[in-house]
């Protein structure tokens, strides 16, 4: 069974920063292309960062310059890395897998709540 269970979520001021971690389990990790989603209140989900098996990483425009996404395939966790942090980033955070490349995230962990107060 694929788990991925993520953490490090919480109320934060604007300017602050915050580690986001997910653990997977059940999958290959070294395998996947590992992703971050997030969904603030009435708003569509969007793309907060990848990396790629090879540790290629890309950036959602809102997040870039601010946003650092990692993968420690020893111990099959991805965080990501937030800083300088705005009332917009406030949302769900979601951990996404995706064995069959990026893009086509199969498996998604049950979310996180970040909330940035102004």
């Known amino acids: 069974q694929v788990q991925l269970v993520e953490s490090g979520g919480g109320l934060v001021q604007a300017g602050g920063s915050l580690r986001l971690a997910c653990a997977a389990s059940g999958i290959i990790f070294s395998n996947n292309a590992m992703g971050w989603y997030r969904r603030a209140p009435g708003k569509q989900r969007e793309l907060v960062a990848a990396?790629?098996?090879?540790?290629?990483?890309n950036y959602g425009d809102s997040v870039k310059g601010r946003a650092i996404i990692s993968r420690d395939n020893a111990k099959n966790t991805v965080t990501l890395q937030m800083n300088s942090l705005k009332f917009e980033d406030t949302a769900v955070y979601y951990c996404?897998?995706?064995?069959?490349?990026?893009?086509?995230?199969?498996?998604w962990g049950q979310g996180t709540q970040v909330t940035v107060s102004s």
């Open positions: 990396i790629t098996r090879g540790f290629s990483t």
């Open positions: 996404a897998a995706a064995p069959h490349g990026l893009g086509r995230w199969d498996y």
